[in-house]
């Protein structure tokens, strides 16, 4: 008797620079597609932090994102794929930002843990002011660094543009073909 493969469950991550609609978006599709979708923990984190940041709470944030991606991946048995509001790649681009360096762990993981298909947000939005943002000058930089990782580990990404709904219609027309081209 021939053995039936099991297809493995598709991770789509939206990422991207600060107030690019990730947040939205990422959800947005979660309910058009009605599937779960893994929000980002570092916000979560952060509403709370009463100083800056140091690089051991970028290192919490990273295995906050990873056990809140796990827990989600644990109740996401019976579905074809998920989304995922960011990754921990955020933890490295921020700590090479801000510290110079990325911590042993995070950069260990890429290797490890793997994305299907990246919706890179484009930065043709406007910025929305929250206290949890830095940098709204920095947003070209932001995007070209997302870019510049994003092509380092060889992934399959769509840059996502527009405004509101066009841009959540950008956004699952990219899904959709990536779904196509991997049958499911």
Known sequence: MEKKLEKKLQKVAVVGPESTGKSTTTQ???????????????????????????????????????????????????????????????????????FGFTPKPVVDELSIRTYDYYLLMDIDMPWEDDPLRDFPDKREYFFDVWKQELNKLNANYTIISGMGAERNKFAESAVLEFLHTTGI
């Open 28 to 98: 947005w599709l979660a309910n058009s597609f009605n599937t779960l979708w893994v929000p980002e923990y570092a916000r979560y984190y952060c509403e709370t932090l009463q100083r800056e940041y140091t690089l051991q709470d970028e290192l919490n944030m990273f295995f906050g994102q990873i056990a809140l991606e796990d827990s989600i991946l644990s109740i996401s048995k019976d579905r074809k794929f998920i989304f995922c509001d960011t990754t921990f790649i955020t933890i490295k681009i921020w700590s090479d930002y801000l």
